[in-house]
């Protein structure tokens, strides 16, 4: 054997902890046991991957004299977390403003009555988070804000993001008219005689009225993104995927490039609208593949309905208000057409469907690939509700669900008094957020927060898919308590499901040759209450290989 053969590459740093869980084994009570009896304690990484595990005394071999050993007693390593579903540069868009999120009707008109004597004359006034209950006796409407707002032209988001009011001053000053049409099911709501409300229903509506709005300056936009990527990686987060690759996104990625290192990988799949024809969709395939050392332009991202509380979600059966029978696609013969293209390109593919018709058109699209849908990974996002029938489909035909079950915890109740619980009705509202349903039936389900509609904190998150109810209101009965997963299921949802999400064998797990993304916590995840869960403190992330902050 060659001199060269014998050598052993060194590791540039061995991380050692308590314990380490590589999530290498299979999730069967078997192999837990075994993992939990016989757990490693160190992890050598070199490069952006890992190079061995064991202990310090079985990874002796490959310290070298320049390996750094880094020990963080009394703590746990596992995968670094990933969040399946964010909208990262699009979200700064989403968050302009003031945040309302769960505030009543007359709070909100009160912080936008501040927000609008602060600002000077002829500037719009922003707000977000609104919570959809507020427009329960007036209907959607954004001239309930205007004695508040005065002649400042205003725009407040919905929680939902799919959905935004403007008050007087501004669809006077956007020459709104309640006449306006568009390629796919957006619109503008009109009052009982034609005038426009204010109410702008889906993106093409709001992007309408955003034309006309005055952009924030990349250097703001740079600092706020600063702002929010770091605070992914003190709360854990290694990575994410982004559902879109919104307008100016790669040039605020470069800039901030040009000054240093992301905290955290970014993996974006943009936005296909609906009706997209031949030549929009080879744009969007020429994409793929550009990228920057942290961040990456991968797969593409459907919408086939809306949301269940504006009424858009693609339901087998309307709503109470008699909604919810169309998709966004108009044409949905083309979303067909668009899915094998990508396909046949070996190009991922993230479907948004949270009414049940929609999620079922959806797994019919993919099974009518057949042989072609292998080629590249598929997955559904969202799948607010679901049939019985449904359920076994995902693991049946391979597509992932990537699911965000803190928004059922923040945004319904037991008890159906929400607005989402109404619209669909006892039956509908009790197959919400099947994520055991899910996972029982050996389906990949994958974990997120949809930022920044919910907060993307995953030991919040994992805390309340473990509890089904809100953290900050434990007095509130939990939310279908019968789809509550156990703390090993809610941390594979951002590990070893997230990466085979999007078809990546060497995410997700710490064994050799894996990307070295490490989230190091105080204690051990796998023993913790769920309470303690949502409180244990990140004593470190390492992204490609390096502590991060």
């Known amino acids: ?216 300056p990349i250097e703001v936009r740079a600092e706020r993104l600063t702002a929010v990527l770091t605070g992914m990686a003190a709360s854990g987060l290694t990575g994410t995927h982004v559902m879109d690759f919104h307008p100016g996104s790669r040039e605020v990625l470069e800039l901030l490039e040009e000054r240093g ?58 709503d109470c208000y008699g909604e919810g029978l169309r998709s966004i696609w108009t044409d949905t013969e083309a979303y067909r057409h668009a899915l094998r293209y990508f396909a046949e390109r070996g190009i991922a593919t993230a479907t948004h469907a949270i009414g049940d018709r929609g999620v079922a058109f959806v797994l019919d699209a993919i099974e009518s690939l057949g042989a072609t849908a292998q080629l590249a990974a598929h997955r559904i996002e969202h799948i607010e509700t679901i049939p019985d029938d449904t359920v076994p489909r995902f693991a049946a035909l ?32 009790g197959h919400g957020w099947r994520c055991k349903d899910l996972r029982d039936s050996g389906a990949v389900l994958a974990l997120g927060s949809d930022w920044p509609v919910t907060p993307f904190d995953p030991r919040e998150m994992m805390a309340e898919t473990i509890l089904r109810f809100p953290l900050a209101q434990p007095e509130l009965a939990p939310v279908q308590p019968e789809q509550a997963l156990s703390a090993r299921e809610a941390l594979e949802g951002y590990t070893v499901h997230a990466a085979r999400a999007i078809g990546a064998a060497d995410e997700g797990t710490i064994t050799p040759g894996a990307r070295a993304a490490l989230t190091v916590f105080a204690g051990d995840p796998l023993a913790l209450t769920p309470q303690e869960l949502a409180a244990v403190g990140v004593v470190a992330t390492y992204v490609d290989g390096r502590p991060v902050g």
């Open 261 to 318: 290192e992301l905290p955290v990988r970014l993996r974006f799949s943009p936005m296909v609208p609906p009706g997209a024809d031949e030549a929009v969709l080879a744009e969007f395939a020429a994409l793929q593949g550009l990228h920057g050392r942290r961040w990456r332009v991968e797969g593409v991202k459907f919408m086939i309905d809306g949301t269940v509380d504006n009424g858009s979600a693609w339901l087998a059966a309307p």
């Open 1 to 216: 054997m060659s001199q060269q053969q014998h050598q052993q590459p060194f590791a540039e740093r061995i991380v050692v902890a308590d314990r380490v869980h590589t999530f290498a084994q299979a999730s069967t009570p078997a192999a837990q046991s075994t993992a939990l009896s016989a757990l490693p304690t160190a992890v050598a990484l070199a490069g952006d991957r890992v190079l061995a595990v064991g202990t310090v005394e079985s990874l002796g071999e490959v310290a070298g004299p320049d390996t750094q050993i880094e020990t963080h007693p009394g703590a746990t390593i596992v995968p670094g977390l990933v969040d399946g579903h964010t909208h990262i540069v699009f979200g700064l868009e989403l968050t302009r403003g003031e945040q309302l999120t769960d505030l009543s009707l007359a709070a909100a008109q009160d912080r936008m009555a501040r927000a609008a004597a602060a600002a000077a004359p002829g500037e719009w006034v922003f707000g977000w988070g609104v919570d959809p209950n507020i427009f329960t006796d007036t209907g959607f409407t954004g001239r309930i804000f205007d004695e508040a707002t005065g002649d400042r032209p205003m725009f407040l988001r919905m929680r939902d993001a799919h959905s935004a009011v403007i008050n007087s001053a501004a669809i006077s000053l956007v020459g709104l008219t309640g006449a306006e049409t568009f390629p796919d099911e957006s619109a503008v709501g009109v009052a009982a005689d034609g005038t426009p409300t204010g109410y702008l229903l889906e993106l093409a509506a709001m992007d309408l009225v955003l034309a006309q709005v005055p952009a924030e």
């Open 398 to 429: 391979g597509v992932a669900a990537s699911m965000q079950p803190i928004h059922g915890t923040r945004h319904t109740r037991a008890d159906r008094s929400d607005n989402w619980s109404i619209r669909l009705g006892d039956e509908r509202a």
